[in-house]
């Protein structure tokens, strides 16, 4: 139900309860209302983690909006929006705090609930930062497969700028572990998906990371 409706469902639920006396529009207001504030929550704390990476400065609103989606979502039975603000409750702790370890359980249930409800999005969200996490952790084979399956969910899905994304992260990757040649590669890959799709961040990502792989 698109939010507008569930404002107008949550109206019609008040004076239900108000006017007509029906005490059990009450919890289904509840429901009304959390449908409500779920993706509100979600998009606020999602410009809050745009503003971090663009200046760096933290804002600890954005964890409180991501586990307060993901508590609502769950509380909805919404499995998608559930594996979608525990992925961003990860994200958090790993790229805001730098804390992978302490984020990495969230990764993990965040793609087990998308992958059981086939959503292929988030879980190629999940397993790019699973991916980062096994990295750190100098799990370079495991990395590799997860930053590599990131890629080819995104891919499956039509998520050109994801697609271009991941193929950075993997040429990142391969420069680290000591494969230059498919590093380049990757970024030749990328920068031909993301000009085709008008991805210019991601086109600015390429360039930097050219400066840093070339000798």
Not at 165 to 174: D, K, P, Q, R, T
Not at 180 to 187: I, Q, V
Request: glycine residues 10%.
């Amino acid at each position: 139900m698109p939010g507008q409706d569930w404002i107008e469902r949550a109206g019609e639920l008040f004076e239900a309860a108000m006017f007509g006396g029906d005490t059990s529009a009450l919890d289904r207001s509840d429901d009304a209302l959390d449908a409500i504030e779920a993706p509100l929550a979600m998009a606020r704390g999602k410009v809050l983690h745009v503003r971090f990476l663009n200046d760096r400065e933290e804002n600890g609103q954005e964890l409180v909006l991501f586990e307060r989606a993901a508590e609502l979502y769950q509380r909805l039975g919404d499995v998608s929006g559930e594996a979608d603000a525990l992925f961003w409750v990860g994200c958090w702790h790993q790229v805001v705090k730098g804390d992978g370890a302490t984020g990495r359980p969230y990764f993990d249930r965040s793609y087990t609930l998308a992958k059981s409800v086939g959503d292929r999005m988030t879980m190629s969200y999940a397993v790019r930062h699973l991916g980062f996490a096994d990295k750190d952790a100098g799990r370079f084979h495991q990395a590799r497969e997860r930053l590599t399956e990131s890629v080819t969910l995104r891919r499956e899905i039509g998520f050109r700028p994801g697609e271009a994304a991941g193929l950075v992260a993997l040429a990142y990757f391969s420069a680290e572990t000591g494969d230059r040649s498919a590093a380049l590669d990757h970024l030749d890959e990328a920068e031909s998906v993301a000009e085709a799709c008008g991805a210019k961040a991601v086109l600015g990502w390429i360039e930097h990371a050219r400066t840093l792989i070339r000798p």
